[in-house]
């Protein structure tokens, strides 16, 4: 986890396609393949996730050069709303 990470807050997600709110429940429940690919097989929630000014943010971005960034925002889904679903999405039947 990264340094400034703080113990987990619980904020909610938006519906899925909604702006994103930086929630963190997505990179708290699952690794995405950018996390994979540089911290390889460990568990949720990812190391890269920090919490600073109220919200979630991913440190990677931070660390990466100019013109890599704009690839890693791309394979995150960073800017394309909300792509993540979660158990109280799907009602029981
Ligand atoms: S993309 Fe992730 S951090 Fe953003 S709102 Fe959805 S679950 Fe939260
Ligand atoms: S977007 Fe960043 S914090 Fe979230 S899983 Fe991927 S590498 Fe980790």
Redesign the pocket.
């Known amino acids: 986890m990264a340094a400034n990470a703080a113990p987990f807050v619980i904020l909610n ?2 519906k899925f396609g909604a702006a ?8 708290q429940d699952i690794l995405c393949p950018v996390a994979i690919a540089v911290f390889g097989s460990v568990s949720a929630p990812c190391p890269g996730l920090e919490f600073r000014n109220d919200r ?1 943010w991913c440190s990677l971005i931070g660390l990466a050069s100019e013109e890599y960034r704009a690839f890693l925002m791309f394979r995150m889904g960073i800017g394309r709303g ?3 679903c979660f158990a109280e999405d799907f009602p029981d039947d």
């Open positions: 997600p938006p994103c709110n930086g929630c963190g429940r997505c990179c979630y909300c792509d993540s």
